[in-house]
């Protein structure tokens, strides 16, 4: 599954049981939409898709989860039943699975027993640049800071993301994704900081920078040398002169 410039969502089925043809209503884990166009391994677009077919679809509403199992259903009201029972239910697990913030200060992280949590969401264009993504990030080790990755997702930046990202007071870093209307007034009113990068290394780049911003500075005194006072000469009201 990834996000098509020019298609919008797009997602590889592989029909195992049934046929799949234009116009059907499908649900693909918490993402539903009516098959608008459907096309062949070879581009070429085709009516319907028999068992062992793989074929791409057009006319989702999100990106989905790669490995989601997809099922037609018969109306649209009971597609958009179904989306907004399992949404609901992500939601709910995403919520318990976060620490809850009793107070935000101006750091991304709290502290707690003197660690610093640094929380991220990443949004990309496919599930392999997200998962990428992560990985790299999970290879920043630190003593002082814990990096948590609060949600992954493939597509636009959402009002939805903006709003996760207040709660847990997270930062939203997007890979060659952009953020939609709703989502841009949100994180000016949530003051959310979303940060957007082409390259993954740029991203790391900035993440070690945003970490090394939040540690505190060492305080280190260096003694550069010794100096014995020998005699004190009095030069009237401008002061006095130490030899040494």
């Known amino acids: 599954a990834n996000l098509d410039k020019g298609k919008g969502p797009v997602a590889t089925l592989l029909v ?104 991220l969401i990443i949004k990309a264009n496919t599930h392999g640049s997200a998962e990428a993504l992560s990985q790299a990030i999970g290879q920043f080790k630190s003593k002082e800071i814990v990096i948590k990755i609060i949600h992954v997702g493939v597509g636009d930046i959402s009002e939805a993301d903006v709003m996760l990202a207040s709660a847990s007071n997270a930062i939203i870093l997007g890979f060659t994704v952009k953020e939609d209307s709703n989502a841009e007034i949100a994180a000016q009113r949530e003051h959310v900081v979303i940060k957007k990068f082409d390259i993954i290394y740029q991203i790391l780049e900035d993440l070690e920078q945003t970490m090394l911003n939040l540690l505190q500075p060492e305080i280190k005194e260096v003694e550069l040398g010794k100096a014995e006072v020998r005699q004190i000469f009095n030069i009237g009201k401008s002061g006095k002169i130490a030899g040494c």
Do not use: W, Y
């Open 16 to 119: 195992q049981n049934g046929t799949l043809k234009t116009g059907s209503c499908v649900v693909v884990g918490t993402v539903g939409g009516r098959v608008r166009a459907l096309l062949s391994d070879s581009g070429e677009r085709v009516k319907k898709a028999g068992p062992s077919t793989p074929v791409e679809i057009l006319g989702l509403t999100e990106v989905p989860q790669a490995g989601d199992t997809f099922e037609v259903v018969a109306t649209d009201k009971e597609m958009k039943s179904i989306v907004a029972e399992r949404k609901e239910k992500e939601r709910n697990s995403r919520l318990e699975a976060m620490t809850p913030t009793h107070v935000r200060n101006d750091l991304v992280g709290e502290k707690e027993d003197g660690v610093q949590h640094l929380n």
